[in-house]
């Protein structure tokens, strides 16, 4: 376990947070640990990846059709035994 310290926290916001961990019957620290794990939980994983965002973002300006030339067969491989 680590701990941080948050400096500068607004009197409001801190007011709110105490209420808010007494009405859960938690500590401040506890209700502050909730909120982190609440906002940082990975099941926020975006849905699709970066492949279908990047083909999503570029759609509306057209595709690119390319010549894809065809296989050649593979070369020898080179020998070492020489």
Do not use: Q, W, Y
């Not at 948050?6 to 947070?17: A, C, P, T």
């Not at 401040?28 to 990975?42: F, K, P, Q, T």
């Amino acid at each position: 376990m680590t701990t941080i310290t948050v400096r500068n926290i607004e009197d409001d916001l801190k007011l709110r947070l105490r209420v808010r961990a007494a009405e859960r019957g938690h500590s401040m620290e506890e209700e502050v640990r909730n909120i982190l794990r609440s906002a940082l939980h990975r099941g926020d994983a975006p849905a699709k990846g970066l492949g279908t965002a990047i083909h999503e973002l570029f759609k509306p300006f057209g595709g690119v059709e390319l010549d894809i030339p065809a296989r050649e067969p593979m070369r020898e491989l080179p020998r070492f035994d020489c």
